[in-house]
T-cell receptor, first 116, second 112 residues
Framework: DAGITQSPRHKVTETGTPVTLRCHQTENHRYMYWYRQDPGHGLRLIHYSYGVKDTDKGEVSDGYSVSRSKTEDFLLTLESATSSQTSVYFC???????????????FGPGTRLLVL | KQEVTQIPAALSVPEGENLVLNCSFTDSAIYNLQWFRQDPGKGLTSLLL?????REQTSGRLNASLDKSSGRSTLYIAASQPGDSATYLC???????????FGKGTKLTVNP
């Protein structure tokens, strides 16, 4: 398995509080991604990073911010958590750029977030 | 906007049966298509990646085919086993868009 860990694995928080999720990799892969997975929607991309301090938005980025100060860490912050952000959050990494024909992504175990 | 559809949403079969999972996509301008497996409470594991120039890929009892022109892919599982029970997702990587677009998955149950 690719060396990807996510922390925390489970979190319960209250509406309006900030929350930070961490993704840590030991593979030295350049590309990192944050997804959320919800019933009826499948996996949707929140933000991604193509290098240290280089990030971009995905399709559901509103209410989320990211930071990547080191190759191995990609942080996802919910600035003011809402109940609609209750979800399972997955981090993924890849060695090749997203448009490379041989690109595959390796996924972390996920973080279950409940916003009350 | 690319849309990926997987049918059926759920499938239950007896052990030993050969089965086919379907994936369709609306925009044929893809770079590659991937099949993933997701076990309950776990992340996704890549099973097979088919580049746009390829027609199929095989790994053990799994065979994935790609028909880009018709916007379809199938995942064939031979001699299914209870350990194959999981949710299977397909995803496409599209030119001009730096992301994977996922289907909602097919939940497979293989009964002993």
């Amino acid at each position: 398995d690719a060396g990807i860990t996510q922390s925390p694995r489970h979190k319960v928080t209250e509406t309006g509080t900030p929350v930070t999720l961490r993704c840590h990799q030991t593979e030295n892969h350049r590309y990192m991604y944050w997804y959320r997975q919800d019933p009826g929607h499948g996996l949707r991309l929140i933000h991604y990073s193509y290098g240290v301090k280089d990030t971009d938005k995905g399709e559901v980025s509103d209410g989320y911010s990211v930071s990547r100060s080191k190759t191995e860490d990609f942080l996802l912050t919910l600035e003011s958590a809402t109940s609609s952000q209750t979800s399972v959050y997955f981090c993924a990494i890849s060695e090749y750029p997203p448009l490379a024909r041989q690109e595959t992504q390796y996924f972390g175990p996920g973080t279950r977030l409940l916003v009350l | 906007k690319q849309e990926v559809t997987q049918i059926p949403a759920a499938l239950s079969v007896p052990e030993g049966e050969n089965l086919v999972l379907n994936c369709s996509f609306t925009d044929s301008a893809i770079y590659n298509l991937q099949w993933f497996r997701q076990d309950p409470g776990k992340g996704l594991t890549s099973l097979l990646l088919i580049q746009s120039s390829q027609r199929e890929q095989t790994s053990g009892r799994l065979n994935a085919s790609l028909d880009k022109s018709s916007g379809r892919s199938t995942l064939y599982i031979a001699a299914s086993q209870p350990g194959d029970s999981a949710t299977y997702l397909c995803a496409v990587s599209q030119g001009g868009s730096e992301k994977l677009v996922f289907g909602k998955g097919t939940k497979l149950t293989v009964n002993p």
